[in-house]
Nanobody, 124 residues
Framework: QVQLVESGGGLVQAGGSLRLSCAAS?????MAWFRQAPGKEREFVSA????????SAANSVKGRFTISRDNAKNTVYLQMNNLKPEDTAVYYC????????????????????WGQGTQVTVSS
């Protein structure tokens, strides 16, 4: 069983930056970040492949958020720049249990393992 532990959330002013980290305890394949704002469904943010480092991002974060991974540390990161109040949400790390090819899964049922979430709050 893989465990994912997120860190790096917090309170930041609009225009600021945060970097989220997700450390995995076991073997993972494609990994992703999702977020869930109050009263809304969990939505896809960004994903990164397990072997060649291909990435994908939601249109709402393209040009502002960058996903990366360090396979030696079994950790995935989400660098978030130029944050906006609408980015406020709980951010979840997710990992696939199967080595899949592209395209990335962008729905929650595409990932077997989930972290506990980390709160990101952007003030205006």
């Amino acid at each position: 069983q893989v465990q994912l532990v997120e860190s790096g959330g917090g309170l930041v002013q609009a225009g600021g930056s945060l970097r989220l980290s997700c450390a995995a305890s076991g073997r993972t394949f494609n990994m992703a970040w999702f977020r869930q704002a109050p009263g809304k469904e969990r939505e896809f943010v960004s994903a990164i492949s397990w072997i060649e480092g291909s990435t994908s991002a939601a249109n709402s974060v393209k040009g502002r958020f960058t996903i990366s991974r360090d396979n030696a540390k079994n950790t995935v990161y989400l660098q978030m720049n130029n944050l906006k109040p609408e980015d406020t949400a709980v951010y979840y790390c997710a990992a696939d249990s199967t080595p899949r090819t592209l395209p990335f899964r962008t729905t929650t049922d595409g990932y077997a393992y989930w972290g506990q979430g980390t709160q990101v709050t952007v003030s205006s």
